[in-house]
T-cell receptor, first 112, second 117 residues
Framework: RKEVEQDPGPFNVPEGATVAFNCTYS??????FFWYRQDCRKEPKLLMS???SGNEDGRFTAQLNRASQYISLLIRDSKLSDSATYLC?????????????FGTGTRLTIIP | GAVVSQHPSRVICKSGTSVKIECRSL??????MFWYRQFPKQSLMLMAT?????????EQGVEKDKFLINHASLTLSTLTVTSAHPEDSSFYIC?????????????FGPGTRLTVL
């Protein structure tokens, strides 16, 4: 079983729609959780951290359920610029200095 | 934000040659850098953790004699793929740890696309 598993996608959704991604992780010792986005042939960039209380950044909402070892990302009012691969990332560290374990990513394409 | 550069961005080489990739933190010092590899349609996989002034720590299954890492200064880590073969063709990405608001965050370089003929 992979340490971090994500919806395989691809997700093709119309502009303005709401889209949700899911992710599960297998290591219960994981402490920190993130969503990164990666554009084609580019490096990953941090989108947002994920907290147990849930957190929101504009059109993006992330949720963490430690009991189920489940992470989600919700994108509202999707824009064409949201087209990318979204990577679920976990680490065992609270201090950000341990290795990041990446999921394979979910590819999102926003259709005009 | 913290900026990390990689050089070269793309390299094509013949089988059997060695290729050196540089990772630089441009506006901060990084005692720890990480080297990842990403094959098409796969996730980033950590290869090794590079610590300034000490030996790199390699992940299981990564040959340290094939992937030589040197972190000689606080702003530069290099990865040398020795005797490269076509199966080493991949996207190599480095990251560097920077302290942001009292928290360590990894900033990624733009990656190096290696093609071995």
């Amino acid at each position: 079983r992979k340490e971090v598993e994500q919806d395989p996608g691809p997700f093709n959704v119309p502009e303005g729609a709401t889209v949700a991604f899911n992710c599960t992780y297998s290591n219960s010792a994981s402490q920190s959780f993130f969503w990164y986005r990666q554009d084609c042939r580019k490096e990953p960039k941090l989108l947002m951290s994920v907290y147990s209380s849930g957190n929101e950044d504009g059109r993006f909402t992330a949720q963490l359920n430690r009991a189920s070892q489940y992470i989600s990302l919700l994108i509202r009012d999707s824009k064409l610029s949201d087209s990318a691969t979204y990577l679920c990332v976990v680490t065992k560290s609270n201090f950000g200095n341990e290795k990041l374990t990446f999921g394979t990513g979910t590819r999102l394409t926003i259709i005009p | 934000g913290a900026v990390v550069s990689q050089h070269p961005s793309r390299v094509i080489c013949k089988s059997g040659t060695s290729v050196k990739i540089e990772c630089r933190s441009l506006d901060f010092q990084a005692t720890t850098m990480f080297w990842y590899r990403q094959f098409p349609k796969q996730s980033l996989m950590l290869m090794a953790t590079s610590n300034e002034g000490s030996k790199a720590t390699y992940e299981q299954g990564v040959e340290k004699d094939k992937f030589l890492i040197n972190h000689a200064s606080l702003t530069l880590s290099t990865l040398t793929v020795t005797s490269a073969h076509p199966e080493d063709s991949s996207f190599y990405i480095c990251s560097a740890l920077a302290v942001v608001h009292s928290y360590n965050e990894q900033f990624f370089g733009p990656g190096t696309r290696l093609t071995v003929l």
